[in-house]
């Protein structure tokens, strides 16, 4: 009955999480709210809260999971991708750890973890099923074949949608984090208020740049024409916005299950805390016969939950690594 520590700092948000034999028995997030007084994250800010908040973060996912750190047998850590300061907060505490209780290192890669977080709670897709990772940096249909088999086969050619959402609101004046600002105001807007065009990207790759210029000149044009357009307009904004985001993630999601012939269909990452993906997601799954899966809403945004459970389906394998292993800002799969 392995016990993993699970260790997350990839971006701003300090993680930690106890997974006992695949259940997990805690799971702590210290957010970072000093990015909020420049719009965004600050990567040296980041490191540094990242220091003040790991020892008391791991500290209290002991005491949650109600075990001691003697009870440990693994430490986990996402090793990338993400901001490199960021990660060597969590790199470097999970190998001191590591060293001082003797015990196995498992590097996890912080976009597998993304996927694995279906595997916390029941249901569980089977293999293969295709997995929709969207968040702040990335935005991929991932086939996942097994555990540790994946394959992205479309992805970004520019920004991520999460950047897409928190670009957005910014241009509309609204504080950071974007993303969860536009989902409550398009539950109370107005959908089909106006138009953005949709991207014609061939095959299963995203552009999300084009949209993000598209939403910036409407809201010039109209700021020209009512000083006060933001504010009088701001939920139907929203929700025409989310919209656009949701059909264009959702249209090219359909097209994999095609060509894919996949029947469980899967969404991870952070916008996928996003109400408008999640009850999209719902509806195309009944019209297409899929099985859906979206994570608990914890287990979406950056936590270490999902390092814990990816790091207890290494340490079945074995899959260890040694102290000499570095944080990697870009880490394929
Ligand atoms: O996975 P994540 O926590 O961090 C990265 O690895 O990037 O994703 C963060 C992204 C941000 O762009 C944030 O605005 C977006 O997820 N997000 C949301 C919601 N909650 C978080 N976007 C839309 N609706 C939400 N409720
Ligand atoms: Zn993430």
Same mark, same amino acid.
């Given at each position: 009955?392995? $016990?993993?520590l699970?260790i997350e700092?990839s971006?701003?948000?300090?993680?930690?999480?106890?997974?006992?034999?695949?259940?997990?028995?805690?799971?702590?997030?210290?957010?970072?709210?000093? &990015?909020?007084?420049?719009g965004?994250?600050v990567?040296e800010?980041?490191?540094?809260? &990242? =220091?003040?908040n790991?020892?008391?973060a791991v500290q209290q996912?002991?005491?949650?999971?109600?075990?001691?750190?003697n009870?440990?047998?693994? $430490?986990a850590? @996402?090793r990338?991708?993400?901001?490199?300061?960021?990660?060597?907060?969590?790199?470097?505490?999970?190998?001191?750890?590591?060293?001082?209780?003797n015990?196995?290192?498992?590097e996890v890669?912080h976009?597998?973890?993304?996927?694995?977080? &279906?595997?916390?709670?029941?249901p569980k897709?089977? #293999?293969?099923?295709?997995c929709?990772t969207?968040?702040?940096?990335? @935005?991929q249909i991932?086939?996942?074949?097994?555990y540790?088999?994946?394959?992205?086969?479309? =992805?970004t050619?520019?920004?991520a949608?999460?950047?897409?959402?928190?670009? @957005?609101?910014?241009i509309l004046g609204?504080?950071?984090?974007g993303?969860?600002m536009?989902?409550?105001y398009?539950r109370?807007g107005?959908?089909?208020?106006y138009?953005f065009?949709?991207?014609?990207?061939p095959?299963?790759?995203?552009?999300?740049?084009?949209?993000? @210029?598209?939403?910036?000149? #409407? +809201?010039?044009?109209?700021?020209?024409?009512?000083?006060? #357009?933001v504010q009088?307009?701001?939920a139907?904004?929203?929700?025409s916005?989310e919209?656009? +985001?949701?059909?264009?993630?959702?249209?090219?999601l359909?097209k994999?299950?095609?060509?894919?012939?996949?029947?469980? $269909?899967?969404?991870?990452g952070? $916008?996928s805390a996003?109400t408008g993906l999640?009850?999209?997601?719902?509806?195309?799954g009944?019209?297409?016969a899929?099985?859906t899966?979206?994570?608990?809403?914890?287990?979406?945004?950056d936590?270490?939950?999902?390092?814990?459970?990816?790091?207890?389906y290494?340490?079945?394998k074995?899959?260890?690594?040694g102290?000499?292993?570095?944080?990697?800002?870009?880490?394929?799969?």
């Open positions: 009955m392995p $016990v993993i699970g700092s971006c701003d948000e300090t993680s930690a999480s106890i997974c006992a034999d695949g259940k997990i028995l805690s799971n702590v997030i210290a957010n970072q709210t000093i &990015h909020e007084a420049y965004g994250v990567p800010l980041a490191s540094r809260v &990242h =220091q003040q790991i020892v008391p996912s002991i005491v949650n999971a109600k075990i001691s750190k009870d440990i047998d693994a $430490v850590f @996402t990338g991708p993400g901001l490199l300061g960021s990660l060597l907060v969590g790199v470097s505490f999970a190998k001191a750890f590591a060293l001082a209780r015990l196995p290192l498992i890669n976009m597998q973890a993304h996927v694995l977080a &279906h595997f916390i709670d029941e897709p089977s #293999f293969p099923f295709l929709l969207v968040s702040g940096g990335h @935005t991932v086939l996942v074949k097994d540790f088999n994946m394959e992205i086969v479309g =992805q050619n520019d920004d949608a999460g950047e897409a959402l928190d670009k @957005t609101s910014k609204l504080p950071y984090p993303g969860p536009i989902d409550k398009a109370i107005n959908p089909n208020a138009q065009p949709e991207p014609q990207i095959g299963l790759d995203f552009s999300f740049s084009g949209l993000k @210029t598209a939403i910036l000149y #409407f +809201i010039r044009d109209n700021t020209r024409l009512n000083p006060n #357009f009088d307009n701001i139907d904004i929203c929700a916005v919209k656009r +985001i949701v059909t264009i993630l959702l249209n090219k359909k994999a299950a095609q060509q894919y012939d996949v029947k469980d $269909v899967a969404l991870a952070g $916008v996003n999640r009850n999209g997601l719902k509806v195309l009944e019209e297409m899929w099985n899966f979206i994570p608990q809403f914890q287990y979406c945004t936590n270490a939950a999902m390092i814990a459970i990816a790091g207890y290494k340490y079945l074995g899959d260890f690594v102290q000499d292993t570095a944080p990697l800002a870009r880490m394929p799969f």
